[in-house]
């Protein structure tokens, strides 16, 4: 089974507002993890297409250079109705919205999970905190309702989505809003993007 990866991306001027790290440009750290994101879902065996949900021209630009990868435009309806307006295009029978922000990612993480995702008709996967939703899936085509934001895994569960066994450790997990996620990340293994800017930050504070 293929799945088609929903990924919404705000404008990287807007995203991340809580991550400022000294000597790393907020934006660009932003576009960075989106990409790595992107780029990792792509990579996963059992994701056939990625689709970007974004207004931003530098991830629009950035999705273009990544092979499995699209983008679509922003319908400007918040996060929630950026994720419906994706999974409504996606070419695939079973579909998944997934936040943006995981630039640890591993694909074979991803993969373990739609595994267990294509057993359930509805499920989703917590994050490292167990109160945020890292991806909402449908194993065949349905009324898409994503419930991204506060408090949003008792949300999924709530509307009949199975939580799937995905490990705590997993990269799958691990989003990234503060500086404290961004450190976590990093001693997963963030992607190339990521960890060049990290570490050119990194480097000039020791310099």
């Known amino acids: 089974m293929l799945w088609s990866v929903i990924i919404p991306v705000k404008t990287t001027q807007a995203a991340k507002t809580r991550l400022e790290l000294p000597g790393t440009d907020r934006p660009q750290l932003a576009l960075a993890i989106a990409l790595d994101t992107i780029a990792a879902a ?35 309806m918040g996060l929630n109705g950026a994720a419906r307006a994706g999974l409504e295009r996606a070419t695939h029978d079973a579909r998944v919205a997934m936040l943006g922000d995981l630039p640890a990612l591993r694909p074979t993480d991803l993969d373990r999970a739609l595994l267990s995702a294509s057993a359930e008709e ?3 996967v917590p994050d490292a905190e167990e109160t945020g939703t890292i991806f909402v899936a449908w194993r065949t085509p349905a009324t898409f309702e994503p419930h991204f934001g506060s408090g949003s895994a008792d949300k999924h569960a709530e509307a009949g989505h199975v939580r799937l066994p995905v490990p705590a450790t997993s990269t799958l997990r ?34």
């Open 122 to 124: 509805r499920s989703f």
């Open 174 to 207: 691990r989003d990234v809003d503060t500086v404290e996620h961004l450190d976590a990340a990093y001693e997963l293994g963030v992607g190339p993007r990521t960890a060049a800017l990290l570490n050119a930050a990194r480097a000039r504070s020791v310099a």
């Open 42 to 76: 792509a990579s996963a065996e059992t994701v056939g297409e990625v689709l970007v949900v974004t207004s931003d021209a530098d991830v629009q630009a950035g999705v273009d250079q990544i092979d499995g990868a699209a983008w679509i435009s922003d319908p400007g």
